[in-house]
T-cell receptor, first 113, second 115 residues
Framework: SQQGEEDPQALSIQEGENATMNCSYK?????LQWYRQNSGRGLVHLIL?????REKHSGRLRVTLDTSKKSSSLLITASRAADTASYFC?????????????FGKGTHLIIQP | EPEVTQTPSHQVTQMGQEVILRCVPI?????FYWYRQILGQKVEFLVS????????KSEIFDDQFSVERPDGSNFTLKIRSTKLEDSAMYFC?????????????FGNGTRLTVT
């Protein structure tokens, strides 16, 4: 089955530093999405990158996608304490439009003030 | 900004009881989903719903589960006879297009505790 798997599982950095999280998956995808989850809350969509795209930016976020390696990375630049959260990648299988997203286990990011 | 709302935020029930989890998706959205997250584990897909019928369901979504859109605004998940292993956060999500084009908007979830 196709899966998004993030690494590292946990990351603790100082405020102002950059945070990089990686995601790997197994099968062909239509797109890959990144979501953030604050403790006890729902997931918030951050960015969607299609399989024919290699890089996408949104504010302090930069996402790359390498379909040959079946991997993606999320870079958060100039991190802030408010970025503390869990970050999940999720893949949309290319074989159907109504199937659910497949989420990874997430990276728990802690930004130390 | 419009948001997905879920009620209740926390539901405690005894094993074998029926529970109904309620969701109000964003009003102009057409696709609706339920996901669950067991504590410390992945967010798992349960079911997708479009055009008043189930589009896709996972292996988790067995005969104990059902979904309904009883009116133009609510979207419910029913678990007929709860088991201890149904304890999880249940998230409703909606989108204005399918997964090829549109991100999901999630509610804050219902924490279901089965005792």
């Amino acid at each position: 089955s196709q899966q998004g798997e993030e690494d590292p599982q946990a990351l603790s950095i100082q405020e102002g530093e950059n945070a990089t999280m990686n995601c790997s998956y197994k099968t062909s995808i239509n797109n890959l999405q990144w979501y953030r989850q604050n403790s006890g809350r729902g997931l918030v969509h951050l960015i969607l990158i299609r399989s024919n795209e290699r890089e996408k930016h949104s504010g302090r976020l930069r996402v790359t996608l390498d379909t040959s390696k079946k991997s993606s990375s999320l870079l958060i630049t100039a991190s802030r304490a408010a970025d503390t959260a869990s970050y999940f990648c999720a893949t949309a299988y290319s074989g159907g439009g109504a199937d659910g997203l497949t989420f990874g286990k997430g990276t728990h990011l802690i930004i130390q003030p | 900004e419009p948001e997905v709302t879920q009620t209740p935020s926390h539901q405690v029930t005894q094993m074998g009881q029926e529970v109904i989890l309620r969701c109000v998706p964003i009003s102009n959205h057409l696709y609706f989903y339920w996901y669950r997250q067991i504590l410390g584990q992945k967010v798992e897909f349960l079911v997708s719903f479009y055009n008043n019928e189930i589009s896709e369901k996972s292996e988790i979504f067995d005969d104990q589960f059902s979904v309904e859109r009883p009116d133009g605004s609510n979207f419910t998940l029913k678990i007929r006879s709860t088991k201890l292993e149904d304890s999880a956060m249940y998230f409703c999500a909606s989108s204005d297009g399918n997964l090829y084009n549109s991100p999901l908007h999630f509610g804050n979830g219902t924490r279901l505790t089965v005792t």
